[in-house]
């Protein structure tokens, strides 16, 4: 990979650790809603169509011609939102996205006059493996966004530094709910896959991050009984539930059929509070106006020149969105590599 690349690959600051993100109240009033709400799909299931999309979000990449398969991803972790376009779903939580602190917080991690609430997520899970490679969230660009776009083209578009002028600043506050004994924390590579990693330990009850995640590979730490991390049945369909037949706990399930139980204690939620920022009413004006938006065709015709400047040889697609050879090639090209230093899964503690 070239350093050159990666030097431009950097959050705009280092991830701002917060305690008691959110009240008592609050966090009751989420949970409430996630066990009404349900049942939820898993993450894979939302935002990717094939398993050549999910590594176009990682670090690495794999030899051409290899085919990559689902089990090489699954993990038991689900997703539901809490608001979405700028819109709280769930009138008893506006408090929680019309959030004065984490506006705030958003402001200043920047340096920023201006900031917009875009959405809000939680991550739901019980005991689960290391969450997969070191990973970068999806951004958005000015015309290409979540909304039109898959998450892997984003995110290549993030890697490739070749849309920089048009993506978002965005910040994020992320905060963790996880009393278990084992794991449960927060990796995350502030220089890069190719330097040392640093974890935010657990337990924790409110700690949160202020961070830029579309700039910044992070992956959740194992966490659970190792028994439990990897539930027999799980598929790309499973979805998880509360149970009905333990207090707190969660169930997941396969076709209708329960494959795990989850203790309330071994439960762990990942709430996830998302902004776009705007440094001053310019780059605002910019954004709302619409005068400099990117359309598909330019980022394939600006992707294809820069092959093509490389001296790569490939054949032009029909359909580059969903061609799944030209979506291995460019997380080839601007693959930033496998981290140096990894992680190792911590272990359940042998009895006395």
Request: one cysteine or more.
């Amino acid at each position: 990979m070239e350093t050159d690349l990666l030097a431009k690959f950097r959050p705009v600051a280092a991830p701002q650790i917060i305690e008691d993100a959110y009240s008592a109240d609050q966090f009751e009033r989420m949970v409430g809603v996630i066990n009404r709400e349900g049942p939820w799909t898993l993450i894979l299931a939302q935002h990717f169509k094939t398993p050549e999309e999910v590594i176009a979000t990682t670090s690495g990449s794999v030899p051409e011609g290899f085919k990559p398969t689902w089990d090489m991803f699954l993990s038991p972790v689900f997703r539901g939102y809490f608001a979405k376009g700028s819109t709280s779903l769930y009138p008893e939580l506006e408090d929680c996205f019309f959030n004065k602190r984490f506006l705030d917080l958003a402001r200043g991690y920047w340096g920023a006059k201006y900031a917009q609430p875009e959405s809000m997520l939680f991550n739901l899970q019980g005991p689960c493996p290391m969450g997969g490679m070191p990973h970068i969230d999806g951004t958005r660009f000015r015309g290409v966004d979540m909304d039109n776009s898959p998450t892997w083209l984003l995110n290549t578009m993030c890697k490739s530094t070749l849309f920089k002028p048009w993506q978002a600043k965005k910040a994020q506050v992320i905060a963790w709910y996880y009393q278990g004994s084992v794991g449960g924390g927060f990796h995350y590579w502030p220089e890069g896959p190719g330097n040392p990693y640093q974890t935010i330990e657990a337990p924790m009850w409110g700690r949160a991050v202020v961070v830029e995640n579309e700039m910044m590979y992070h992956t959740a730490q194992a966490n659970g009984p190792e028994a439990m991390r990897r539930p027999a049945g799980l598929d790309i369909t499973s979805t998880i539930e509360t149970d009905p037949d333990h207090a707190g706990g969660w169930r997941i399930s396969t076709e209708g059929q329960v494959i795990q139980q989850i203790p309330a204690i071994e439960s762990r939620y990942l709430f996830h509070w998302n902004a776009q920022v705007f440094m001053d009413l310019d780059e605002l004006k910019l954004t709302l106006d619409h005068k400099d938006d990117l359309s598909h065709e330019r980022v394939f015709d600006t992707f294809i020149a820069d092959l093509r400047q490389r001296g790569i040889a490939f054949e032009v697609p029909s359909d580059p969105m969903h061609d799944a050879a030209f979506i291995g090639l460019l997380t080839r090209v601007y693959d930033h590599g496998f981290p140096t230093h990894m992680p190792t899964e911590p272990l359940t503690p042998l009895a006395a």
